[in-house]
């Protein structure tokens, strides 16, 4: 299977073509794994992560450009993607940390 890194020198065309075969492509794992016994709860958190990292870059970039009105475009694009990048780390390692001392907790247990 291609990725778009490997294909970047590409024209648009064939990138966007890709793109949506990569996306058919998704779906169909999705769909080959329903009887996947979490695939609810994957399902359900990724989609809790996206929608707060997306409002988490909106709310960035319209908070900048209400403070620094038109001149801001630069700045609250950078910020807006660090946001949104950082309420996925801080997600992921929230989740990560929780597993670590259950597991912890776990070996203790026995």
Do not use: W
């Not at 910020?79 to 940390?97: R, W």
Request: glycine share 2%; with cysteine; net charge positive.
């Amino acid at each position: 299977m291609f990725y778009l890194e490997h294909v970047s020198s590409k024209r648009f065309l064939p990138t966007t073509l890709l793109t949506f075969k990569s996306f058919i492509n998704g779906f169909r794992k999705i769909s080959d794994s329903r009887n996947q016994s979490e695939l609810k709860y994957i399902l359900k958190t990724s989609l809790i992560i996206l929608i707060t990292a997306e409002s988490a870059c909106i709310l960035t970039a319209e908070t900048i450009g209400i403070i620094f009105y038109n001149y801001s475009i630069v700045l609250s694009i950078l910020l807006a993607l660090l946001v949104g990048a950082l309420t996925i780390v801080i997600i992921e390692a929230y989740k990560t940390i929780k597993v670590k001392s259950q597991s912890c907790c776990d070996c203790n247990d026995d």
